[in-house]
């Protein structure tokens, strides 16, 4: 995909109703108050010395910051989320809604705007379960506020 596709899959999830469970979707997973799209997925790192993981990471970053860069057009300068916080309150036993408590195991922080046409909160992150598995480029788009 590219950024045009990214912003594309974006305004969709805007304007898409949340469902009232959670499932799949043509895009990634939604649930009550969400709706998370997997925009682009690496291949797994299992065998190397760690460059291609090293040089895949920034490319996600890298790709993160120039669609960040359009939608910085749109709703100004993002907040900086970090989700180190919520996944230690998680663990620690406070029940954190989703779509923050799952995103806080796989994602160190997301990049955050809320649209002025729908109020709602959309994220930009780069997500990676493990240092073998692939990494992620994902957007969130929730009415639910970060914790």
Same mark, same amino acid.
């Given at each position: 995909? @590219? $950024?045009?596709?990214?912003? %594309?899959? $974006?305004?969709?999830?805007?304007?898409?109703?949340?469902? %009232?469970?959670? &499932?799949?979707?043509?895009?990634?997973? +939604?649930?009550?108050?969400?709706?998370? /799209?997997?925009?682009?997925?690496?291949?797994?790192? #299992?065998?190397? @010395?760690?460059?291609?993981?090293?040089?895949?990471?920034?490319?996600?970053?890298?790709?993160?910051?120039? !669609? &960040?860069?359009?939608?910085?057009?749109? #709703?100004?300068?993002?907040?900086?989320?970090?989700?180190? +916080? *919520?996944?230690?309150?998680?663990?620690?036993?406070? @029940? $954190?809604?989703?779509? =923050? %408590?799952?995103?806080?195991?796989?994602?160190?922080?997301?990049? !955050? =705007?809320?649209?002025?046409?729908?109020?709602?909160?959309? %994220?930009?992150?780069?997500?990676? =379960? @493990?240092?073998?598995?692939?990494?992620?480029?994902? /957007? *969130? *788009?929730?009415? $639910?506020?970060?914790?």
């Amino acid at each position: 995909m @590219d $950024i045009a596709t990214y912003l %594309a899959v $974006i305004d969709l999830l805007c304007a898409r109703e949340f469902p %009232a469970a959670r &499932g799949r979707t043509e895009h990634g997973e +939604s649930g009550p108050g969400y709706h998370m /799209a997997e925009l682009a997925t690496s291949g797994e790192f #299992w065998e190397g @010395d760690g460059t291609e993981r090293e040089e895949t990471e920034a490319q996600y970053e890298a790709d993160r910051e120039g !669609l &960040g860069e359009r939608l910085v057009e749109r #709703w100004g300068p993002p907040q900086e989320f970090s989700l180190y +916080s *919520v996944l230690e309150r998680r663990v620690n036993g406070e @029940d $954190i809604e989703e779509p =923050w %408590a799952g995103l806080s195991g796989h994602v160190p922080d997301v990049h !955050l =705007w809320k649209s002025a046409e729908t109020g709602r909160w959309v %994220a930009l992150c780069v997500s990676q =379960w @493990d240092k073998e598995l692939p990494f992620q480029l994902l /957007a *969130v *788009v929730t009415d $639910i506020d970060p914790p």
